[in-house]
């Protein structure tokens, strides 16, 4: 009497047998691939009657490798930094001149792209922060109404147990125990005890915090926009952002727009002018247009001295990164940030894109 065949052995044989089709097939494919890329990385006269019939026989893999190598160089291109000439760059900010002097609502959009000049990267250009580590950077003097930080301020960390939510500026970057979705510091507040965070918003989070990231104001202050300006930015995130741009508006009661960057913007067929020159330069041109003084910094002065809160006793070495100083003092701190960094021990992670997987990876379970 002949046995019935299990139907669990045969399911699983029948599924190994699939699995083990489909490997083959990828592999095959990618010889098929690697084959006519080879062909056609050579010129036409140069090809053989074999080669050639693999052209033939392949059409659309060729056809697809093609697509591919436009769509690189068409990237590449994008890539690029591009330098108006002198006279042209000159022309170029008289125009500008003329939109400022005559805006009624200027709102001005910046990216990494304008402390590049500081000897801080960028994120997209040649030397980007995807390649170099951030060096750091205060901050603005503006008045808190008046600026917006979208994506969060690496010096601010906050305490949202308390009610408004309590800031603590400080005088290094906070970020170096944070990453993806993981904000906390490390340190805690000093009047609720509550676990203190950074407020940076990293890519694929939504932003919630009131400030530093200020949307309110960010999106009244484009509602009422006439011109807005976009310093050093590449626009590929600011560009996701409607209320940015009013675009339940009709193109022509859209603000007019002006972009200073040395490579392309997603915004670039929008923009009334694309000024590819370094914000530095431009904007020093553009200061000369309208009369105004460019006043010489006071690192003394500057406003984060007069707002950062000291760290408690305990926290002295709750972080090893550099602290900013002013001049005077700067000699007596890198001492002392001396003597902390070797009791202090060193954490991967920071808002510029490192350990970011840190809060993805997930630790896989013993067998």
Not at 211 to 221: V, Y
Not at 310 to 318: G, I, Y
Request: aromatic share 4%.
């Amino acid at each position: 009497m002949q046995e019935e065949a299990d139907p669990g052995v045969s399911s699983r044989t029948e599924k190994k047998a699939l699995e083990k089709a489909k490997i083959l097939q990828r592999e095959s494919d990618r010889k098929l691939v690697r084959l006519v890329g080879r062909v056609l990385k050579k010129p036409e006269a140069e090809r053989s009657q074999e080669e050639a019939a693999v052209l033939l026989l392949h059409g659309e893999t060729a056809e697809e490798l093609c697509r591919r190598q436009v769509r690189r160089n068409v990237l590449k291109r994008k890539q690029e930094e591009v330098y108006d000439d002198e006279d042209e760059l000159k022309s170029k900010v008289k125009q500008l001149a003329a939109a400022v002097e005559q805006a009624k609502h200027l709102v001005v959009y910046t990216g990494a792209g304008i402390s590049t000049a500081a000897s801080i990267p960028d994120y997209r250009g040649p030397n980007g922060v995807w390649t170099q580590l951030q060096k750091g950077r205060t901050i603005s003097g503006l008045p808190r109404h008046a600026l917006s930080e979208l994506h969060g301020n690496m010096f601010i960390e906050v305490c949202t147990s308390c009610s408004p939510v309590r800031e603590y500026v400080r005088l290094f970057d906070v970020t170096e125990r944070t990453s993806l979705h993981r904000h906390g510091t490390g340190r805690r507040c000093s009047h609720c005890g509550g676990e203190l965070r950074d407020t940076i918003v990293h890519f694929g989070e939504r932003g919630t915090l009131e400030q530093p990231l200020n949307w309110k104001g960010a999106s009244e202050a484009a509602e009422k926009a006439d011109v807005i300006l976009c310093l050093g930015s590449s626009l590929k995130v600011l560009k996701k952002y409607p209320c940015l741009w009013c675009m339940n508006r009709r193109g022509s009661k859209r603000p007019k727009l002006y972009i200073v960057n040395l490579q392309w913007t997603p915004k670039d067929d929008l923009a009334v002018l694309k000024i590819h020159g370094k914000c530095d330069d431009v904007m020093r041109l553009l200061m000369e247009e309208l009369n105004i003084q460019i006043p010489v910094f006071d690192r003394a002065k500057d406003p984060i001295f007069t707002l950062a809160t000291s760290l408690l006793q305990e926290e002295v070495n709750s972080h090893t990164r550099e602290v900013v100083a002013s001049l005077d003092v700067q000699e007596v701190c890198l001492a002392a940030s001396g003597e902390q960094a070797e009791e202090a021990t060193a954490v991967l992670g920071g808002w510029f894109g490192r350990g970011q997987g840190k809060g993805r990876k997930k630790k896989k379970k013993a067998a």
